[in-house]
């Protein structure tokens, strides 16, 4: 796939996703909140995969910017007491995800300039402890509705928005890793020595994917913020984090599709067994660690080696 071509399927889902949203009266409200949730899912599992699978770092904390994101955009919606159909709603809604993405990739640089100079366990813990501040803070303050939670958040998420952002993520994603500027993150991910050997600022590009991961994780916070209309800090611990890694790793670190897959299936996995619910969990456990054992790399894994990368795109420079 090309470039012009990328452009044309871009445009095409968008207008799709336009498209399928005049369904959703005809979709049970059941089925039509997984749907929802497989797609900020997705937004939320290949945001950190950009992080994790391409960049080659550890982060634990993603939850922390999903749940920055969606306190942003639910106060600014709030108090401007937008409300679903009116004339102010598109453009102000677009704009509150903007900001929850920015303040979310504002911490992401706070966060990523000190301590993605770590690696491994060490950048884990630390992205992990970040999450959990986020939490208890926003836990303690009172304007953001503390333990009780955030309340009166407009119903503004529906199918085209997720999955508008759905498009536009993987559409980011796909051209960035297939450019210049993506060998660059794949080769601070093979090897950080050889990478700085050759005059590759590896520090710039750990935080250029800490920054647009932290980004898109936000806009994942403000659409289920905006989808559910009920936001509480508990929705936002390590568990939320655990969840999209999960996600990333049987998927396959660094493959766009196969964390697309992931998050599809290990977001209607435990709505499938809901039916055995006391059972549900422990099942779900014994799955994942099937795969883990049979396929350790992830469904699709293996990734993407920047030696395999040049050798199929001698062309692009």
Not at 230 to 239: E, H, T
């Amino acid at each position: 796939m090309n470039r012009h071509r990328s452009k044309l399927v871009l445009l095409a889902s968008l207008v799709a996703a336009g498209g399928l949203s005049f369904l959703q009266p005809y979709i049970s409200p059941y089925y039509f909140q997984i749907i929802i949730y497989i797609g900020i899912n997705i937004i939320l599992a290949s945001s950190l995969n950009l992080i994790n699978g391409f960049a080659g770092q550890f982060s634990l904390g993603h939850a922390g910017f999903m749940a920055i994101g969606a306190y942003t955009a639910s106060v600014i919606t709030t108090a401007m007491n937008l409300q679903p159909g009116t004339t102010l709603a598109i453009p102000m809604f677009l704009l509150a995800l903007l900001c929850g993405g920015l303040i979310a990739s504002i911490f992401g640089l706070l966060v990523g300039i000190p301590s993605l100079r770590l690696k491994g366990d060490y950048l884990a813990i630390t992205t992990l402890g970040f999450g959990e501040i986020i939490r208890v803070i926003i836990q303690n303050l009172d304007f953001l509705g503390a333990a009780r939670g955030f309340t009166g958040i407009a119903k503004l998420a529906d199918f085209f928005w997720v999955y508008a952002f759905v498009a536009v993520l993987i559409f980011l994603i796909y051209n960035l890793i297939h450019s210049t500027y993506g060998k660059g993150f794949m080769a601070v991910r093979d090897d950080e020595i050889a990478s700085e050997a050759v005059g590759i600022n590896v520090t710039h590009y750990k935080v250029v994917a800490f920054v647009t991961g932290a980004f898109f994780a936000g806009i994942a916070g403000g659409l289920y913020a905006h989808f559910v209309t009920y936001i509480n800090p508990s929705q936002f611990g390590f568990l939320r984090s655990f969840e999209i890694v999960v996600m990333v790793v049987v998927g396959g670190m660094g493959s766009i599709g196969g964390v697309i897959v992931a998050a599809i299936l290990l977001t209607i996995l435990p709505e499938a067994l809901r039916a055995i619910a006391q059972y549900r969990m422990v099942i779900y456990s014994l799955l994942l660690i099937i795969i883990m054992l049979a396929r350790p790399q992830g469904l699709f894994g293996g990734g993407i080696s920047i030696k395999r990368f040049l050798k199929q795109n001698p062309e692009q420079t």
